[in-house]
């Protein structure tokens, strides 16, 4: 029997080392048909928040394969993973959703509310089937009922096979199924280190952040003032491979600058999740059906499509110093005093090593959000001065002596450093 690939998009992404890219949508056909071509790893079908439609759902999962896709590859799945985040909240521990999804061919499941350690020990045995004490891994005891019939079609495999892959990643290294709690509360938080060192089995650990800021007093607010509609999808840099992209219409004309928006998003998301590119459209190109049509948005390479700055020349020590720095970190020519970090290439991983070699250069508590918010070269160079007056470090003398240094012969500049 040929052996098998792996099967789940997602848990492949992460055995690479990778990030692996989701988006949460409804499970209908059109939802499905607009997803089935992205290059999203898994998509998870939202049926906490909507009714729970069973019939809706497989025909969403139908409608993910593609029999081209299915004919170049050497596997029956489908190229983006269908997960599934089900209704039930940890404490009620509904089983059955868990079941009828995976007997769909679900290739995970999101559970909302997990508190403790009970609860989760609940969600990953939901997902596995019962085996004697004496198996190997028998921890969680699984309680997932048989009759996978339809999922072992939807995979494209044999009973035998999908008896051997339908269990728990990375607890199972050949599983391929994901168990994704949501941590949607303070007991929740409190409870964590628990649950990862109790409950084998755990995929992985999303933090619910719309009902824990609700409990904690202070209620999400990701609405920009002056965006009017969002998109955000996953395009293929040329630098840093899958990013991610973020189309916006706005209410205002002209738009806001894109720092203002970069640092409202650094402000609510850690910086894996801040897209690498900020595109603005005049509106959203749509499908008949109304869904958004991917297609015809501009291409995210395109610097005409984040509205490049035409050069400016630096002016002062720490303009020249932030400009070289910048364009070391882009490993471009050269850097303008009004050119966008991001409009020149840079995504968020270089934002991050940016602000590490400016700290380290300058001794100041320059943050990712004040990178971010610094739209240029010029605005970052004032954000510096204002950070230095705060902590005493002058940092127009600080590019001074930089300069002096990188104009002296290497063996002069050498001495010095070591003296």
Known sequence: MAELPRLNGVIRALEQGNPAFTSFVTADVDSALAFAGSRYDGIVFEMEHNPWDIRALRDSMQYLLNRGQIIQSASLAPAVTPIVRVAANGEEKNQWLAKQALDLGAYGIVWPHIS????????????????????????????????????????G??????????????????????????I?????????ADMLTKVPGIGVV???????????????????????????????DPEIGQALVAYLTVRIDPPPPSAELRRFVAERLPAPMIPARLVIVDEFPRRSGGQLDWAGLPDPCDPSSTGEASYVEPEGAIERTLADLLAGVLEIEKVGALSDFFDLGGHSLQATQAVSRIREVFRVG??????????????????????????????????ELIAEISAMPPDEAARLLAG
Request: include cysteine.
């Open 116 to 155: 403790t350690v009970d609860q989760a020990y609940n969600a990953v045995a939901a997902c596995r089937y019962p085996r004697l004490t004496t198996a190997p891994l028998y921890q969680p005891a699984g309680i997932r009922g048989d009759g996978p019939a339809s999922a072992l079609r939807y995979w």
């Open 184 to 192: 949607e509360d303070t007991q929740g938080i409190t409870n964590l």
């Open 206 to 236: 999303l933090i619910g952040e719309g009902d824990l800021s609700q409990e904690l007093g202070h209620p999400r607010q990701y609405e920009h003032p002056a965006v009017l509609e969002a998109a955000v999808g996953s395009y293929q």
């Open 157 to 182: 495999v044999t009973q035998q096979q999908y008896y051997s892959r339908a269990d728990v990643w990375p607890l199972n290294s050949e599983g391929e199924i994901l168990v994704i709690l949501m």
């Open 366 to 399: 320059l943050t990712i959000p004040d990178f971010l918010g610094a739209r240029t070269v010029r605005q970052l160079a004032q954000e510096l001065r204002e950070l230095g007056m705060s902590s005493g470090v002058d940092v127009d003398d600080v590019a």
